[in-house]
């Protein structure tokens, strides 16, 4: 039976009941949800409240930053002086929020600011050298890298050489020493003593933003845009604990509320209802249509989007994405089947720890998002390269406890460069080093990771009844959005459960079914599962589920409904 046997289910630990009781009353929760904060190892009612109830009250002070004081202190000078100014960002979601929240800002500053952000395709990541020269032509006299630039040491040298200052904004690691930078503002900088270093690229300009706002007005602090903070930050696929949880809780809010007209249009093309966006939303539905086009043609479209205050530009700009998301989609999918039939027909499993694949004709913008389902469905760190062109450009995805940049360092000798994080890397690499960096790559992998570490864990957070599970519980779990990274979604589990009436392939290969414990009854859908309708076995109590807890509405009626993410059969 399709139960997946390489899941290991870790269950939750078991606590005293007078300790959950106490914590209940003192707190107006029901059970499940006190239980899950223990588990996730929140023991006090102040640490439970900090989870459920993040402030904006708990940001660390922008000025803890090293260079925050010398980076504001540039920055005014060129706002008063009319110096021209450059946002110089990422291509991804996290730099075109990042962009479009310093210019914006800077704008209502009257400062004398432009952004760029280079090709994917011709120009690739980062601050080059090329790109210097054509901006000290149009008098370019600071730049400000956002979500990018830790790692541009000749572009940087060579801007200098040129009489350009470089202010740095960067949340990714820092792999040679940075001299000539005016200031660096990154927390995971050489020497850096900020102490949460989980901000993304997006968070790193807020911090920046604050810093400056506090210079400029007189220690007043700058909580807007949280909407444009939120949506780079879940979609960057960063922990969502310590900062980034007020950030993203406060921007969730900010976003269901959002008056910006870009993102409005965003949204009503994408068939969001304010008041009801969820980081699901942003990581699935808006966050890919603000990715398409830097994947498939110019970022320039989103940053566009989300600064104008045209309605009708905002509408045509929104429809391009929209467009461009169904393209990425068509081409992101050829990529995934094709990795699939290589793994399949090449047997990567016995012996191979890491998967390294190359095909000529793939798209290099969409190679990443399906490393990462190769790298799920596998439970295996994943590079797919792209040789398109005179390099190959590889994108790679970790699994838990990988750190895919550290592997990555030890295989210098084989790449032009290479950049990211734990869980995210690119990569640039003549293709005649392909063979040699996959042998060293999966001979790393194997000397980091054990046989137990390929095998995909499930979080139990709580054992549940049925009788538990009900409108006061689903309004309770919302307090945890935004989920993500550090504060996934918690997945419940019941034992003794019976399938009831006709289980049914929705979708061409989703489960649709209805589940029972007593006399509850559950509708639940299994996203993938559509193979499972032939073997469950109806009306016999011998399955234990795990599952998530959601809202479902269909025509227009609200409903609870079990996702249903992993079968058991006793």
Request: hydrophobic residues 40%.
């Amino acid at each position: 039976m399709a139960y997946d046997k390489n899941i290991h289910c870790i269950l939750p630990q078991k606590f005293d009941n007078n300790r959950v009781c106490q914590l209940q009353q003192a707190l107006s929760l029901s059970r499940p949800v006190v239980e899950i904060l223990l588990n996730r190892g929140y023991h006090s009612c102040d640490e439970m409240r900090g989870v459920l109830f993040p402030s904006l009250d708990d940001l660390h002070d922008p000025f803890l930053f090293n260079d925050m004081e010398k980076a504001t202190e540039r920055i005014v000078k060129a706002i008063k002086e009319k110096e021209r100014i450059l946002i110089y960002g990422d291509y991804d979601v996290d730099g075109v929020t990042a962009v479009t929240l310093l210019v914006k800002n800077f704008h209502a500053f009257c400062a004398d600011v432009f952004y760029y952000i280079p090709d994917r395709q011709k120009e690739g990541y980062g601050l080059s050298v090329e790109s210097i020269d054509s901006f000290q032509k149009k008098g370019i006299k600071l730049i400000i890298t956002v979500d990018c630039g830790i790692n541009a040491v000749d572009a940087i040298n060579h801007a200098n050489a040129a009489g350009l200052d470089v202010i740095v904004t960067d949340h990714h690691s820092q792999q040679r020493s940075l001299d000539n930078a005016y200031a660096i503002i990154n927390p995971k900088a050489e020497g850096e003593n900020y102490p949460f270093r989980e901000l993304a690229g997006v968070g790193v300009a807020f911090k920046l933003l604050d810093g400056l706002v506090k210079k400029m007005k007189g220690g007043k602090e700058h909580f807007e845009d949280l909407d444009l903070v939120v949506l780079g930050t879940i979609a960057d696929i960063v922990s969502l604990k310590g900062e980034n949880r007020a950030l993203t809780h406060q921007g969730l809010e900010a976003l269901n509320s959002t008056r910006k007209t870009g993102l409005c249009a965003l949204l009503e093309k994408a068939k969001c209802r304010k008041g009801d966006i969820s980081s699901h939303d942003i990581a699935f539905i808006l966050g890919p249509r603000l990715n398409a086009s830097g994947r498939i043609g110019t970022a320039q479209r989103s940053v566009e989007l989300l600064l104008t205050d045209d309605r009708g530009n905002a509408w045509e700009h929104a429809s391009y994405l929209d467009k461009a998301n169904r393209t990425r989609r068509e081409l992101q999918e050829r990529v995934l089947n094709e990795s699939i039939e290589m793994i399949e027909r090449e047997g990567y499993g016995m012996g191979i720890n890491g998967i390294v694949l190359e095909k000529h004709d793939w798209h290099e913008g969409v190679i990443g998002i399906a490393a990462s389902k190769i790298s799920e469905r596998y439970a295996r760190p994943t590079i797919l390269i792209s040789t398109a062109g005179a390099f190959g450009k590889g994108s790679g995805r970790s699994i838990k406890g990988f750190s895919l940049f550290d592997a990555l360092r030890q295989c210098t000798e084989y790449l032009v460069r290479f950049g990211g994080h734990q869980h995210a890397a690119g990569i640039t690499i003549e293709k005649k080093n392909i063979s040699a960096f996959r042998n060293a790559f999966n001979r790393i992998v194997g000397e980091m990771l054990t046989e137990e570490d390929f095998v995909s864990e499930l979080q139990v957070d709580c054992i549940a009844s049925f009788n538990e599970i009900n409108g006061k519980l689903l309004d309770e779990l919302k307090l945890f959005e935004p989920f993500g990274v550090d504060n996934e979604k918690p997945v419940f589990r019941t034992s003794s459960v019976d399938f009831v009436g006709y289980p049914r392939i929705v979708g061409k290969k989703h489960l649709k079914t209805r589940v029972r414990k007593g006399k509850m009854i559950f509708e639940a859908i299994g996203f993938g599962q559509g193979a499972l309708v032939k073997e469950i076995e109806i009306g016999r109590n011998i399955y234990t589920i795990d599952y998530k807890i959601e809202k479902n509405v269909y025509k227009g009626k609200k409903s609870i409904q079990l996702h249903l993410v992993h079968i058991e059969k006793h």
